[in-house]
């Protein structure tokens, strides 16, 4: 079988394999040639020791990113690739790097040290695929099945049980039996591993195809009370509401899935409703209702994520999100609509409209999204008008409103606050003549000037 690989890519194999050493794509960029996906990155295994790597390559730009470790990235037509010596590897104690490293001379001893079947295979054009493992058998078979002995391969690295379900999940595949008895025998030492890494893993759950399958998997597994311990109590708690025909958790998983693979809607989609069973009140008909749900979602949320030590615009963003969620059960008139796009920014706005669609689709058959729809194109008018939403939008500013004889201070911000309420009603206004007379009719008394 012959594979197609990109010409800086060949180019790294030739010098190699001219300097007399062998030299393979390996990995994850073989398993998707063979899955008919585009690799994002290919990486190179080699029997050359990382001294003669930057040898042969020495015209090239070469980063050593861990010669410890056998690793050095070669730069080719602004390309980099990662060039690693055949290796055996201890334990990842730490979460980050094996405890010691061996280099061999097989190409079979270095794929014996990766995780998975379909991530254990190396190529070059001489010898074609090299599959000791039959991982091309289990990519057909859509099976995530570990390199030998599971329990071997996940004491190595426990974030090896998380990979399986990101695996599982992002491919569509199973896990096979032994290797899920393994995972969830030794689940609970994930919590071994750094925070950065696992949310890494968990981060492309959440952007894979279905994440409910990834979420379900986890919850199998035993893995959502280290990864996200908020979840737990939205499984099986019944809404007790006629608008809603799932529990907290299958509506949860059901609009992580409906909404567009962008991480802040996914993030905001897992938890916008687990504020529900901290605000669950029951009327006199015995219909459940959670008041203020979304604000204590939008704080369970920004705890999780500093826990997770996501980016803290992420975490903010997705907090905006959540708490604004349920705005789609307001009429607004378009004054609202303004306040809501100035809450919620620009960036966002969007973004809260695909969270809202994916939460109404999955409340109950019969739901419908057309007054989010209706929203929706509002909102495109008043930005395609360029109406004003935001202070400074406003044809006044606070040097302006001193010149005319304010006072410095908090005074400024009022003024300009109730400004821009005005315009808000009568775009036409916004004039600097128009702006100042108001501003004077309303505040021109002591202690304001």
């Known amino acids: 079988m012959k594979i197609n690989m990109p010409p800086y890519v060949t180019f790294i194999l030739d010098r190699l394999e001219k300097g007399g050493f062998q030299a393979y794509i390996v990995g994850g960029s073989i398993r ?17 020791m990382p001294d003669y790597i930057e040898k042969i390559f020495e015209d090239k730009k070469t980063i050593n990113v861990g010669r410890e470790f056998g690793t050095i990235k ?47 295979m190396a190529y ?45 999940t992002s491919l569509d595949f199973e896990i096979e039996d032994e290797t899920f008895k393994a995972g969830k025998k030794y689940s609970s ?71 567009p693979p962008i991480l802040k809607i996914r993030l905001a989609a897992l938890f916008h409703d687990m504020g529900k069973p901290h605000t669950l009140s029951v009327d006199e008909k015995g219909i459940g209702h959670f008041y203020g749900h979304d604000k204590i979602g939008s704080e369970i949320a920004k705890k999780a994520l500093k826990r997770m030590k996501a980016p803290g615009k992420l ?12 705005t789609h059960h307001a009429k ?24 809202q669609k994916a939460d109404r689709k999955c409340s109950n058959k019969n739901a419908s999204i057309e007054h989010i729809l209706d929203m929706e194109k509002k909102v495109d008018n008043i930005l395609e008008k360029k109406e004003v939403y935001e202070i400074n939008q406003l044809n006044i500013d606070g040097e302006d409103l001193i010149e005319i004889g304010f006072k410095e201070g908090k005074i400024i911000g009022d003024i300009l606050e109730y400004l821009l309420e005005k315009v808000m009603e009568n775009p036409s206004i916004n004039k600097r003549e128009e702006l100042e007379k108001l501003a004077l009719k309303k505040y021109a008394t002591k202690p304001y000037i």
């Open 189 to 259: 030492n994930i919590s071994k591993v750094s925070v950065e890494r696992i949310t890494e893993e968990f981060f492309k759950i959440i952007l894979s195809p279905k994440p409910s399958k990834g979420i379900n998997y986890m919850k199998e597994l035993d893995l959502l009370d280290i990864v996200l311990p908020e979840i737990v109590p939205a499984i099986g708690f019944n809404q007790q509401n006629p608008h809603h025909d799932k529990d907290v958790y299958n509506h949860i998983l059901c609009v992580v899935d409906s909404a």
């Open 32 to 48: 998707d040639i063979l899955l008919d996906k585009e690799p994002n990155d290919f990486d190179i295994t080699t029997n050359a």
């Open 315 to 326: 975490t903010e963003q997705v907090a905006i999100l959540i708490r604004e969620h349920m």
């Open 124 to 168: 070059n054009k001489k010898t074609g695929i090299v599959d000791p493992f039959n991982g091309k058998k289990d990519l057909e078979n859509k099976i995530i099945r570990s390199v030998g002995n599971p329990i071997e391969r996940f004491k190595e690295d426990y974030l090896r049980i998380l990979r399986a379900v990101r695996f599982s």
């Open 332 to 355: 607004f008139k378009e004054k609202g609509l303004k306040r809501l796009i100035r809450r919620v920014g620009i960036e966002n706005i969007y973004d809260l409209f695909e969270l």
């Open 74 to 120: 070669v730069i080719v037509d602004d390309k980099e690739v990662e060039v690693t010596t055949f290796r055996k590897e201890g334990n990842y104690s730490d979460g980050r790097r094996p405890e010691w490293i061996e280099f061999v001379s097989d190409i079979e001893d270095d794929l014996a040290r990766r995780d998975f079947t379909i991530n254990a």
